[in-house]
């Protein structure tokens, strides 16, 4: 190998790594990711995706679902390759995937390459990140945007490149990110606390700026939002949040801290890293329904933050001997941590552990659909119907919704007479449901989250006592399914 081939091999090492990252990150998104069972949330998008095929619209009657920005292109992508779970999929794998870019050239830019590098490498074999990468939902394309607009915030604000087109691309991305879910109302907030916080003056441009982003945003989406707004349950649920991801990334979050408050070189950074979590994490701790993914696209943040942390430890152990230890030490945590490097066909959702106390558990059920439609399927003769909560599972594996079971929570609330969703008829109380068994046979299907107080108990001992179980199945504490037939 001559000199100027280890020349290039030096300058060029880490394109040469954050494509073979990217590469891993693909096929670890990729493997296998139609196989698992489709969920309840899925099967929300998925249906979705269906009525877009069927009239080229995402409302439905009296109540919509609002999933447009990820649902109109999977409905082109579905039309195009069949309706299957790889097709519902392949949107949050390609966004999930060029994540990883993305945080690396973001990253570089305010940080510098090592640091990028690091960056990207977690996510790139970050559980969830792969899990989340692998959904029929919207997550990872949030995700993207929300880092995008930061991205190009800076490029503008900084004076990188082409200012108009930087601009152009923030307001763009910001819009996207609104549009996607209203967490994204948070970008321009975050840029206003961050340059408070760091004396920054803001010129008129942009107060204009970050006031009339939102501004837009509301007009084009102001009855989902307003709606969204008023169904709010608040309530106070930080703990829940800072206990999920201290017992999941505790080894991570050491050295992040380390970076806020050791790192002073660094500080612009690490405050701005540090106002992105919090003005997330303040809101989401006072809603009611605690949805631990509505963090997770703070996580590259903590990533950033623990690879600043890690590199600067190593800066300030003067004893060469003691320089591994920090590594050692980061990546034990990554081994035991919530990082995985190898392929799997099945990832779980965030979830309490429900031997831990506490006065409430939250979690994500990912029970087998397969497996029980595809024993209904089997089993079902021409006249049976079916009963569930979730209709829109019947509507995706048998071709027609069914029953709908009412049930309680604290945000949505069915409409008299049919599901908006999906059509099922509603049975509002257990005497329209004695009526349909007394008239009809069938199946119920329930989950766990039906036991777990979603259907009221006097429903749930009818079912249990008229009814024959004819199929149980279990995958974790919180994804089970129960048959019954009758």
């Known amino acids: 190998m001559n000199y100027s081939t280890i020349e290039w091999l030096k300058k060029s090492s880490p394109q040469i790594i954050i494509i073979i990252l990217i590469l891993l990150g693909f096929w670890l998104r990729f493997y296998n990711f139609g196989e698992q069972s489709y969920w309840i949330d899925e099967g929300s998008t998925v ?34 390759f069949g309706g299957s779970p790889e097709s519902m999929r392949l949107l949050s794998v390609i966004f999930g995937t060029a ?7 973001f990253t570089k830019e305010i940080l510098g390459t090592n640091i990028a590098l690091l960056s990207s490498f977690l996510v790139t074999f970050s559980y969830i990140d792969i899990a989340w990468s692998r959904q029929a939902r919207w997550y990872s394309m949030f995700e993207f945007f929300f880092w995008a607009a930061f991205l190009f915030y800076f490029r503008y604000f900084e004076n990188r490149g082409n200012k108009k087109v930087n601009l152009s691309i923030f307001i763009i991305t910001t819009l996207i990110s609104m549009s996607i879910h209203p967490l994204g109302f948070l970008i321009p907030i975050s840029l206003i606390v961050y340059s408070y916080i760091q004396k920054r003056k803001l010129s008129l441009e942009h107060l204009l700026l970050f006031v009339s982003i939102p501004i837009m945003a509301a007009l084009t989406s102001s009855h989902s939002l307003i709606k969204i707004i008023g169904a709010i349950p608040f ?23 380390i970076a806020l408050f050791a790192h002073q070189k ?48 190593i800066e300030n152990i003067e004893k060469k001997h003691l320089k591994y230890l920090p590594v050692v030490i980061f990546i034990v945590a990554l081994i035991f941590g919530n990082f995985t490097f190898q392929p799997k066909t099945e990832y779980f959702l965030e979830s309490d552990t429900f031997q831990n106390k506490r006065p409430k558990y939250f979690y994500t059920p990912q029970p087998d659909y397969n497996k029980i439609f595809s024993y209904i399927r089997e089993n079902k003769k021409d006249d049976d119907v079916t009963i569930s909560a ?3 599972m019947e509507k995706i594996y048998l071709g027609e919704a069914g029953y709908l079971l009412k049930y309680n929570t604290p945000i949505f609330k069915q409409v008299s007479g049919k599901d908006p969703f999906t059509g099922a008829d509603l049975l509002e109380n257990i005497s329209e449901l004695e009526s349909v068994v007394s008239t009809k046979h069938g199946y119920v299907v329930l989950d766990f989250m039906d036991i777990d107080g979603n259907i009221d108990g006097e429903t749930l001992d009818f079912i249990r006592k008229k009814m024959n179980l004819v199929l149980f199945d279990e995958k974790n504490a919180h994804s089970k399914l129960w048959v019954y037939k009758f």
């Not at 009657?61 to 447009?68: D, F, I, R, V």
């Not at 994540?99 to 050239?105: G, Q």
């Not at 309530?235 to 829940?240: A, E, K, Q, V």
């Open 99 to 105: 994540f990883i870019y993305l945080l690396y050239v």
């Open 235 to 257: 309530s106070y649920t930080l703990p829940y949040y800072i206990s999920y991801y201290l017992l999941n990334y505790w080894p991570i979050i050491i050295f992040a801290l």
């Open 266 to 313: 660094k500080k612009k950074n690490t405050v701005f890293l540090s106002v992105v979590i919090m003005t997330s994490l303040i809101p989401l701790s006072f809603y009611g329904v605690v949805n631990y993914r509505y963090a997770f696209h703070l996580l590259p943040a903590i990533f950033i933050l623990a690879s600043i942390g890690l590199f600067f430890v």
């Open 390 to 392: 979730h209709p829109q």
């Open 47 to 80: 249906n979705t995706v269906i009525q877009i095929e069927k009239t080229g619209d995402s409302h439905f009657q009296t109540n919509s679902y609002n999933c447009g920005l990820y649902c109109f292109p999977t409905a082109y992508i579905a039309e195009s």
